[in-house]
């Protein structure tokens, strides 16, 4: 199974921006969906953005659209989400993740391998 390694979390004032990495064990192939979720106290892990392995499509959860992208960098197994114009509201646990099925799921429960995550804090 995949291990995955998330970095580059961190305290920023809103406003500010940071990028996550997400660093793979080994490269995957075939049908799959590697995104990204957050976490905050108190609140349900959230969907915030992911992207076909297979097919290139992008999604972005309505509440990062215009803020939040999300990339790859094959060559180095490694997905990065850059975060711009950060709001307290953003503050949580983010997690990457990778689900080996099709079609496209934002329900954390159908995603099969998790990272430990990294702590993103916006203060206001």
């Known amino acids: 199974q995949v291990q995955l390694v998330e970095s580059g979390g961190g305290l920023v004032q809103a406003g500010g921006s940071l990028r996550l990495s997400c660093a793979a064990s080994r490269r995957t192939f075939g049908h799959y969906y590697m995104g990204w979720f957050r976490q905050a106290p108190g609140k349900e892990r959230e969907f915030v953005a992911a992207f076909s392995g297979s097919g290139g499509n992008e999604y972005h959860a309505d509440s990062v659209k215009g803020r939040f992208t999300i990339s790859r960098d094959n060559a180095k197994n490694t997905v990065y989400l850059q975060m711009n114009s950060l709001k307290p509201e953003d503050t949580a646990v983010y997690y990457c993740?990778?689900?080996?099925?099709?079609?496209?799921?934002?329900?954390?429960?159908?995603?099969?391998?998790w990272g430990q995550g990294t702590q993103v804090t916006v203060s206001s």
């Open positions: 993740a990778i689900r080996y099925a099709t079609p496209w799921s934002n329900e954390a429960n159908q995603y099969h391998a």
